[in-house]
């Protein structure tokens, strides 16, 4: 780093440099603008070092783990390298002296119960049947139902609800691709009794949100998170997973397991089943929805026993 130049304004050059190439790098530039921040507010001139380096990364969250230190420096090394290039005098750990960034943490599977019993609280949120309890209602059903992601879910524009073919448009997901989604016609019915309520209250354009806000814009995520965590509070749910709570994300989770499950008990070829399931939840390898699945005892068991047959099956055709 010149010391004529700030790290910030290095930042910005690298960000925008990414970004024309086609990166959107939404969090990945918050984190490392937040880096260079803390970097010129520390009053440090000259390269960077692996001490302000690990200052940063440690110092975000006395309640971090070291697997979330692992990812921040993750984060930074690309930036690192650019810096690099820039002054060969820049230091960066180049070991995972934090261990591996992404580790599987097992999430909470949902019982079915557990997902009527969500919905059911949602149904008694407030006002009394009014577009709020309708609203959470149908946002966690409708996750549990198809694995969308909840950023997913909220930004779903009403022209995006195709009702006659049962179809989801999905646009501009995580990884900037759009999807179609088929909805099973119960969760099309569902939808259908929501906008029904929803247009009484605002007139359904193409573009206007599907789920509203107080104000009549987006719901943002925050305000969901809120509410799922007063309900989860009086739910008294006990996390099955390794996380210390239920999670919303848990809902997807659930999908693609017991999705699994049912193709397993029904015998499908689980091969050509996870890469359409792929397609569906809107991953980018199939890899990533492998990465989903959890050893929930009903899964292992009907996996179980169909490995059971199978082996069965070329023992005796060796034997023979």
């Known amino acids: 780093m010149t010391a004529t130049r700030t790290l910030l304004s290095l ?43 690990l200052d940063w990364v440690q110092g975000q969250s006395q309640h971090a783990k070291p697997s979330s230190w692992a990812r921040r420096l993750d984060i930074l090394r690309p930036f690192a390298r650019y810096l690099a290039r820039l002054d060969p005098a820049t230091e960066f750990p180049q070991t995972a002296i934090f261990g591996r960034a992404h580790r599987r943490l097992a999430p909470h599977i949902y019982s079915e119960q557990e997902i009527c019993d969500l919905l059911a609280a949602a149904r008694r949120l407030a006002p009394h049947g009014g577009l709020r309890p309708a609203t959470y209602e149908t946002i966690f059903g409708l996750i549990a139902a198809t694995g969308l992601r909840l950023s997913e879910a909220l930004h779903l524009r009403c022209g995006d609800v195709d009702l006659d073919q049962g179809v989801l448009t999905v646009r501009d997901t995580k990884f900037r691709k759009s999807r179609h989604v088929p909805l099973h016609p119960t969760v099309a019915e569902a939808l259908n009794r929501y906008m029904v309520l929803r247009a009484r209250h605002s007139a359904p354009h193409r573009d206007a949100p599907l789920f509203l806000s107080s104000s009549g814009g987006v719901l943002p995520k925050r305000t969901v998170h809120g509410v799922f965590q007063r309900l989860r509070g009086e739910l008294r749910w006990s996390a099955r997973g390794a996380y210390g709570q239920t999670r919303i994300h848990d809902l997807r989770h659930t999908f693609i397991c017991r999705r699994v499950q049912l193709w397993h008990e029904s015998g499908a070829d689980i091969g050509n089943a996870m890469a359409a399931l792929s397609t569906y939840v809107g991953h980018a390898k199939v890899s990533d929805t492998y990465w989903y699945l959890t050893g929930v005892p009903e899964l292992m068991a009907v996996a179980g026993t169909r490995f059971e047959l199978f082996a069965a099956t070329v023992g005796g055709e060796h034997h023979d």
Do not use: K, N
């Open 11 to 53: 930042a910005e050059d690298y960000l925008a440099e990414r970004r024309a190439l086609g990166f959107d790098l939404r969090i990945p530039g918050e984190q490392i603008t937040a880096f260079a921040r803390f970097v010129d507010a520390a009053g440090h001139t000259g390269p960077i070092t692996t001490r302000i380096t």
